[in-house]
């Protein structure tokens, strides 16, 4: 038996927590047959693709799910986040119209790892909209960055066990890219497609391509992937909603006396909330993606087995983003001080919902960015058969994820004096009206110029020996060490020019809204004013350390030592069969958090070391009570590392939005235990699983938030950048992690796949394949210093997939619908106590033609329904907005 086909079942074995594994033994031989027939997996189609899912979720210990590509370099869909989706208990968040994190058993990204080719990795990219997060230094990985096309399987590992990394209290998942000894001889394979965005109303290419050969004992593989896409996201949003007070002459003696008398004289949490800025806005964005990945695969001899795996990325975001608000010099953004005058209001509740003014000043904003990452990885991984029941892997790892946008430029412009009115009564957002014609240029003048730079960078370097020994019993014990290096840094800059009025400074160069949006309105053009201000030397896109955001600037570097063992069993007991494992991972992580924080008399660098450890014991059982029934019980401890802008060294002072958020590098790490359970039962034509966890947390991170003066905060008056609009007495809220209360996630997930062959004709072509997962749990967040009861960020108590499809040899069609109940993504800001994401459902179609055994042509669509992404803060919209529908026709070619 060549070594590369037996340590594939060993590693498919490890992968999945098999025990049956081949060796010399006899009783060995006679019981590994489900390995083999893993190994046997060939999928063609969609309902291939599920059915051989379902056999190696069958064959699994732990709790784990798989999903096969189609057919060589064809994923069943575009993008890996939507993929996952399929899966009970996975829920994924949208950006750019495409999925692009996941949250796994009613926990959010940060508590889920993932691994290509079994390294750890994390990809960093960013959301044009602000009110997503904007540049971000998470622990989140951005599955929107490979295509899916670069895979041939992911695993979802739901339950822990020793062998896989600590990290993931939701679960680990696992990426892999093809090698050559997957095929036999020469493969190969090429797709095109065009995808056309109606919203964008334009058509870009898709391209994917793989070849595969084997000489003997050498193997080579190279893959590659391509596009380009113009999306766009167009809307309505505000900054936030926030408390607020007017001046007593910023009140029209028109307001009702009640109306007028509480915004004028409530204090405290008798204030009317707000909604800041108010802006009808749209975001196009020319998303251009490209991944290689490659493999060169050596049988040295017929006991050792090399193989070198790359694989490199590129995503690149050109964006430009529009928006026309209320944040003029006299604006409508928080506290009511300045000229402008309310004639008319409306509250209900604790809102204001209709607010009418003269002498308002607006303000447009015309932002231009350009933004790439560039990741690679590069991993050597060694393969021996020591003895006959002996077996080691060796791999040596290296990846690195670079975020760089140098261009993130902003030109305001402001139109004074104007009567403006913005209503909410009976709308989901904000109707604004306005006095003048906001198309005309002549209404507009040069108001503000912003240029920002930022740069995020990840690598890890990962050294892991992993052993597996054959005892003559049939058992066997796995155990190993994994040395883990991984460093982030980054840096935000920012600078700033108010223009005025005056002959000395040049005027803007005007053009109306080119992308599509709700209303048209005027807008400087961002290059072309650009130019001519830098011509001034008073602004310009260079800016070095001088330049840096306080707050932003901070490094982090963890190292872990891990050691395992596992103990793989397999018992008869009458006519079932008990298999399973009983292992332990100990580890221990030495952080260093350093950055600048404010002393009171300046900036100071500060460096902060932290050490700890832990060990985490798992149980995984399976009960084979037929074979057709299965049964499973996991037991186990894991944990979840902190944010990295958790453990920041530093804070950080938003101006405009009036926070203040700073970082707390002594935070523990969760630790949670968790219990799983299911039901499974594996037929020919039907499969059905029903399953039940529960994870309980001994303590939960949450924002800390409390509002008080600027001048309280402790942070010198420098850091507000001269903003007209904001001093000593204007109101921060403050934010900081702390360790707070307990969490518990508690679900059920129910899976059902059915080919309806038992239907009369031409129906038995028929299948259906549908999950749902019902989740609840509770946290504390805390909010001006009073405790709430929520459920914790990224649960959503009810989420649900539908797949309906019909396929035949010749051709084949599927419709499916997702859904997700809303979820939180943490505590709100400006007073609020949460934000999050309301319910959504997505409509996505594919359909394929066989031409011959080779050529296959295909048709898709993706958001059908033109769903809306409506994010809010506690009941109150903060943004609005929908991306269209997507359409790709291609056609594939296999050789």
Not at 146 to 165: M, P, Q, T
Not at 294 to 320: E, F, K, V
Not at 410 to 421: N, Q, V, Y
């Amino acid at each position: 038996m060549r070594l590369a086909t037996k340590i594939n079942k060993i590693t498919l074995a490890m992968f999945f927590g098999l025990t049956t594994l081949p060796c010399a033994t006899t009783q060995a031989s006679e019981t590994h047959s489900t390995v083999n027939d893993i190994e046997k997996i060939e999928v063609k189609g969609y309902r291939s693709s599920l059915k051989e899912s379902a056999a190696l979720k069958k064959a699994s210990d732990n709790v784990t799910e798989s999903i096969l590509a189609e057919d060589i370099a064809n994923f069943p869909d575009l993008n890996l986040a939507e993929s996952l989706q399929r899966i009970s208990g996975v829920t994924i968040s949208r950006d750019s119209g495409e999925g692009r994190q996941i949250a796994l058993r009613g926990l959010g990204p940060n508590f889920t790892r993932t691994r290509v080719n079994g390294m750890e990795a994390l990809f960093t990219t960013d959301s044009g909209i602000d009110q997503r997060g904007s540049a971000s230094r998470t622990r989140n990985f951005d599955f929107s960055v490979f295509a899916s096309e670069l895979f041939n399987r992911i695993d979802v590992h739901k339950s822990y066990e020793a062998s896989l990394d600590e990290g993931g209290i939701a679960g680990t998942v696992d990426l892999h890219t093809a090698q050559p000894f997957d095929y036999d001889g020469f493969k190969g394979a090429i797709t095109a497609k065009a995808i056309h965005n109606d919203l964008a109303d334009n058509t870009g290419p898709r391209f994917a391509g793989l070849l595969s050969n084997t000489w003997g004992d050498v193997g080579a593989l190279i893959s590659a992937a391509y596009s380009k896409v113009d999306t766009i996201e167009r809307g309505y949003h505000v900054w936030s909603w926030r408390q607020a007070s007017f001046g007593q002459d910023n009140v029209a003696s028109s307001v009702d006396d009640n109306i007028a008398d509480r915004l004028i004289n409530a204090e405290g949490n008798e204030r009317v909330f707000i909604p800041r800025a108010n802006n009808i806005a749209s975001w196009f964005n020319e998303r251009e993606r490209l991944g290689i990945t490659g493999s060169l695969q050596w049988q040295a001899s017929p006991t050792t087995l090399w193989s070198l795996d790359g694989l490199y990325g590129q995503l690149s975001n050109d964006r430009i983003e529009n928006q026309i608000s209320t944040a003029g010099t006299n604006a409508f953004t928080g506290d009511v001080t300045g000229e402008q005058l309310l004639v008319d209001a409306a509250i209900q509740e604790d809102d204001l919902v209709f607010a009418s003014f003269e002498n308002l000043d607006l303000r447009t904003e015309s932002k231009v960015s350009y933004g790439e990452t560039d990741f690679y990885q590069v991993s050597l991984n060694g393969e021996f058969e020591v003895t006959d029941n002996l077996l080691s892997t060796l791999m040596f790892g290296r990846s690195n994820s670079n975020f760089d946008q140098p261009i993130h430029d902003k030109i305001f412009a402001e139109a004074t004096g104007h009567a403006f009115s913005v209503d909410w009564r009976n709308s989901p957002y904000g109707q604004n009206t306005y006095d003048f014609d906001i198309s005309d240029f002549d209404e507009w003048m040069l108001m503000r110029s912003d240029v920002r730079e930022d740069n995020i960078e990840n690598s890890f370097n990962i050294m892991s020996s992993d052993w597996h020994y054959m005892l003559a019993s049939g058992d066997s014990i796995d155990f190993g060490v994994q040395f883990k290096n991984y460093e982030s840094s980054g840096y935000e800059r920012r600078d700033r020019e108010d223009w005025e009025d005056d002959e000395t400074d040049p005027a803007a160069v005007f053009q109306l809204t080119t992308i599509p949006i709700l209303r048209p309105y005027a807008i400087a053009n961002n290059t072309a004013t650009f130019d001519l201000l830098e011509a001034t030397g008073r602004i310009s896109r260079e800016l070095d350390s001088t330049f840096n955001r306080p707050g932003t600037v901070y490094d982090i570097e963890e190292e872990t030592l891990a050691l395992y063992t596992k103990y793989n069993f397999n018992r008869e007991i009458g006519d079932m069969v008990l298999r399973g494992n009983l292992g332990v991972r100990w580890y221990q992580t030495e952080q260093t958090s350093t950055g600048e924080v404010n002393t009171g008399e300046g900036l100071d660098e500060v460096v902060f070391d932290n050490s700890y450890d832990d060990f985490l014991p798992s149980l995984n059982l399976a009960l084979d009570i037929s074979d057709q029934w299965v049964a499973r019980f996991s037991a186990n401890r894991n944990i979840s590392r902190p944010s990295l802008n958790q453990l920041r060294a530093a804070g950080q002072v938003g101006v405009a939005d009036t926070f203040i958020s700073s970082g707390n590098p002594n935070l523990e790490r969760f630790v949670a235990d968790s219990i799983d359970t299911s039901l499974e039962y594996y037929a020919e034509s039907l499969r059905v699983s029903v399953g039940a966890f529960y994870k309980d947390m001994d303590s939960f991170i949450v924002e800390q938030s409390n509002t008080m003066p600027y001048s309280e905060t402790g942070y010198p008056l420098s850091f507000l950048d001269f903003d007209p609009r904001v001093n000593a007495q204007t109101e921060f809220t403050v934010n900081q992690p702390i360790n707070g209360d307990s969490a518990k996630v508690r679900g059920i997930e129910i899976a059902f796949q059915a080919d309806l062959t038992f239907l009369p004709g031409a129906l038995k072509n028929m299948g259906v394949a549908t999950n749902v997962t019902f989740a609840d749990g509770e946290t504390t967040l805390f909010n001006e210093g009073e405790a709430f009861k929520v459920t914790p960020p990224g649960l959503s108590e009810l989420a649900y997939n539908v797949t309906v499809f019909y396929e035949t040899e010749r051709w084949g069609v599927r419709t499916s619908l997702a859904y997700r109940d809303e979820y939180i993504t943490g505590e709100g800001a400006s007073q609020n106590i949460v934000e999050g994401f309301d319910d959504t459902t997505f409509l996505d179609f594919k359909a394929f033609y066989n031409v011959s055994e080779s050529f296959q042509i295909t048709f898709e669509g993706n958001n059908l329904t033109d769903e809306r992404i409506r994010q809010f803060q506690d009941n109150r919209t903060q943004s609005y907005s929908t991306s269209g529908r997507n359409f790709i026709v291609g056609a594939s070619y296999q050789f």
